[in-house]
């Protein structure tokens, strides 16, 4: 059973910052965006109806009242102290998910003051009388649906988590972004990718095997997929932290600038980290102290769900720093500067569940010595030994990867931004071989299969016969669609007197088609299982442009 935990959480926290900051009317429509999409909007703006992940051009003309913010974690993270520091007079022990959102055990506050639902009410009005927020409390067994329950401040009763949690849209697995500290990205693509294969609510997902959806989708999903289940964020694999792995630096002078105590914290995060290595541990609740000359302790506990790296770790200290030592109405603000900081993992996991990645992750030393080894390589094979590929736009799935020498630039050859009809949609296919293997599809009579005029089949595709003489029987089939690109290169090559467009921006006339292949016959030399192509007729003639496995 996972532990009951009661969790607040204050709703619209990055605009109800923006909105203090600037001393603005507390019900101002107003949004808070980041990469020119909206991550936060007031309830005003909402009633306008400004969303989250809109642009802000579509924001600002549904809402032209709307006043725009930009993203500044460092400051959520600076007023939520005040929040933090109200709970903490009534129950010890919180730990900060994120600014706007803290976590506690429910037992204590529970039998303190009577219940969980006396608890919340209790801390509601704390909240609300010395920090002047509002919040919203839930109660649940484990973390991810405590979140759900307060963003719907509902008491769970103990066991019910599963039956709570069933009935809720599959978009609910974006809310992991706060647990992961991570950009909802890859839960969002989760998410698109389940309600295309028809799972709407989290029950249905909850359903599915566990060994199934790790294969298919991989571990972020099998997060999402544990959680659906009412069960905890990750299995239960901690252990407590040896001594050791305690790390401090004494300031000498003291430190009262957020920027001079980040950069102490940053080497700090190196140090730890360092040894967490060393013993084949990660971290995934930070314990962050502090010592003031006038011998003040500040503490604070940091929780994430996902072990954290060398560069979360550097953020969530800066921004600990910038509550304690900015923080406007901040009754734990220091009388005196720093004189010591300490970091310490207060909860620990094996390093198995933490896997950086090798180009875009690794920090400090171990980035110098990839980046030594690739430039190594490339001086004895050459720039193009060692390349990066690059995600960009295009209809064609060769069209969409450019591989970019290591060091280069790395600029898509395509823009992702425009819409691209006719782009095969997610999941793409495994493999896609440099050049289109030919294929022939053959109806039930063993007639081949061509395409009409009018991008219609002559027959039901019954057998492929890819290079090799290799065929399968078609177990299922989707398509055709076809494909028109540059049609209007014709028009003008007619228009100016030429007698052949360049070939560059030649037309192209083609349509796809996904088949699904029997598996193969026991002693077959073939791949096992079933295997989906895509394929593409073009130039009279099928070719296999890609393998789903």
Request: glycine share 10%; with cysteine; charged share 25%.
């Amino acid at each position: 059973m996972p532990a009951r935990r009661l969790v607040l959480w204050c709703p619209d926290w990055p605009v109800v910052t923006a909105v203090r900051v600037a001393e603005l009317e507390p019900l101002s429509p107003a949004a808070v965006f980041l990469a020119n999409r909206v991550v936060a909007c007031s309830a005003t703006a909402r009633e306008s109806g400004v969303r989250r992940g809109m642009r802000r051009r579509e924001a600002q003309g549904r809402c032209p009242e709307l006043v725009v913010f930009d993203h500044d974690p460092a400051r959520d993270a600076r007023l939520f102290e005040s929040v933090v520091v109200a709970v903490e007079d009534l129950v010890p022990g919180v730990e900060v998910v994120r600014p706007g959102l803290l976590a506690m055990p429910a037992r204590g506050p529970a039998r303190y003051f009577g219940g969980e639902e006396v608890a919340a009410e209790r801390l509601v009005d704390q909240v609300d009388a010395q920090a002047g927020a509002e919040c919203r409390i839930g109660a649940a067994d484990g973390l991810f649906a405590s979140i759900l329950a307060a963003r719907r401040a509902r008491h769970v009763p103990p066991g019910t988590s599963a039956d709570f949690l069933s009935p809720l849209p599959i978009e609910e697995v974006e809310q992991l972004g706060d647990l992961l500290g991570s950009k909802r990205s890859a839960q969002a693509e989760l998410v698109d990718l389940l309600r295309r294969l028809g799972i709407r609510t989290l029950g249905e997902f909850a359903a599915l095997g566990s060994s199934e959806v790790t294969t298919r989708f991989g571990n972020t999903a099998l997060l999402a997929h544990r959680a659906a289940r009412g069960l905890e964020e990750r299995p239960v694999e901690r252990r407590q932290p040896p001594p050791e792995l305690e790390v401090a630096e004494k300031l000498d002078p003291p430190v009262d600038r957020v920027d001079r105590a980040a950069f102490v914290a940053k080497a700090l995060a190196d140090e730890l980290h360092a040894k967490l290595d060393g013993l084949g541990l990660a971290c995934t609740r930070l314990g962050i102290s502090a010592r003031t000359e006038n011998g003040e302790e500040l503490h604070r506990v940091w929780r994430c769900a996902e072990p954290l790296t060398p560069a979360a770790t550097a953020d969530r200290v800066r921004w600990q720093l910038d509550g304690w030592l900015s923080g406007k109405g901040n009754r734990e603000r220091p009388t005196a500067g720093l004189g010591e900081l300490n970091l310490r993992p207060a909860e620990v996991v094996g390093s198995g569940g933490l896997q950086l990645d090798l180009l875009n992750a690794a920090t400090g030393e171990a980035a110098a010595r990839a980046a030594r080894a690739f430039a190594r390589v490339q001086g004895m094979l050459g720039p193009e030994a060692v390349v990066t590929g690059v995600l960009g736009g295009g209809r064609d799935l060769r069209d969409r990867v450019r591989f970019v020498p290591w060091g280069d630039e790395r600029a898509p050859a395509l823009a992702a931004e425009p819409p691209w009809p006719g782009r095969i949609p997610p999941p793409s296919p495994t493999v896609v071989p440099d050049e289109s293997w030919q294929a022939r599809v053959l109806d039930e009579a063993g007639d081949p299969v061509r395409l009409t005029d009018r991008k219609l089949l002559t027959g039901a595709p019954s057998r492929v016969e890819v290079s090799g003489g290799r065929s399968r029987a078609v177990v299922g089939w989707a398509g055709p669609w076809p494909i028109a690109e540059r049609w209007w290169v014709d028009l003008l090559a007619c228009g100016s007197g030429r007698t052949a467009p360049d070939s560059q921006v030649s037309p192209r006339a083609a349509a796809r088609m996904q088949v699904v292949l029997e598996a193969a016959a026991e002693g077959e030399e073939s791949e096992a299982g079933e295997v989906a192509l895509l394929l593409v007729h073009e130039r009279g003639d099928w070719w296999v442009q890609g393998v789903y496995r």
